[in-house]
């Protein structure tokens, strides 16, 4: 099955500085990319997300790039604001038709620093 | 506004009890999905559904079982809780592989087992 890594577990940051969560993925077939945050009390909700047809995606403030060769992808956040501290996951779906399900990673825990 | 209710925020029961974690979804979605969130290990999917009555076991199934007999609902089932039970459940649903493929999520179920 599909296995995802995701770097680092914890992640500190000054107020308006970038924040990069990485993760790679090890099915070559895997072509579907989502991220989800997960706030305090909640459960994890899309924030964006990018298929194997594209190399980068951008939303205002965030963006996700995908390396298909090397199976790896990132999330950047930019100009952090403190409603930005959350847990991140990354995720990567088998592409089965009756076998969709998403691997998650373990998840990156960022703090935004005021 | 989009909507899967876990029926529970907090549940203690004993050990040996046998335990029922309710999901609903409002949004006439195919596939539902039964995650357990553990501190380091991220997601794991427990069973999933892609129809009425229809289930696959996910990653980590030992221990639970579910029932689909509604579209809109997807029960998670331990027959008899352990103590490494105890952990947050998140309940998710979406639509086929082939169309929107984003994953709703409840707000999650923290079981203690006792």
């Known amino acids: 099955g599909e296995n995802v890594e995701q770097h680092p577990s914890t992640l500190s940051v000054q107020e308006g500085d970038s924040a990069v969560i990485k993760c790679t993925y090890s099915d070559s077939a895997s072509n579907y990319f989502p991220w989800y945050k997960q706030e305090l009390g909640k459960g994890p909700q899309l924030i964006i997300d990018i298929r194997s047809n594209v190399g980068e995606k951008k939303d205002q403030r965030i963006a996700v790039t995908l390396n298909k060769t090397a199976k790896h992808f990132s999330l950047h956040i930019t100009e952090t604001q403190p409603e930005d501290s959350a847990v991140y996951f990354c995720?990567?779906?088998?592409?089965?038709?009756?076998?969709?399900?998403?691997?998650f990673g373990a998840g990156t825990t960022v703090t935004v620093r005021a | 506004d989009v909507k899967v209710t876990q029926s529970s925020r907090y549940l203690v029961k004993r050990t040996g009890e046998k335990v029922f974690l309710e999901c609903v979804q409002d949004m006439d979605h195919e596939n539902m999905f039964w995650y357990r969130q553990d501190p380091g290990l991220g997601l794991r999917l427990i069973y999933f559904?892609?129809?009425?009555?229809?289930?696959e076991k996910g990653d980590i199934p030992e221990g639970y079982s579910v029932s689909r007999e509604k579209k809109e609902r997807f029960s998670l089932i331990l027959e008899s809780a352990s103590t490494n039970q105890t952990s947050m459940y998140l309940c998710?649903?979406?639509?086929?592989?082939?169309?929107?493929?984003?994953?709703?999520f409840g707000q999650g179920t923290r079981l203690t087992v006792v």
């Open positions: 995720a990567a779906s088998s592409p089965d038709f009756n076998d969709y399900k998403l691997s």
């Open positions: 559904s892609y129809d009425v009555k229809m289930k």
């Open positions: 998710a649903s979406s639509l086929p592989q082939q169309a929107n493929t984003e994953a709703f």
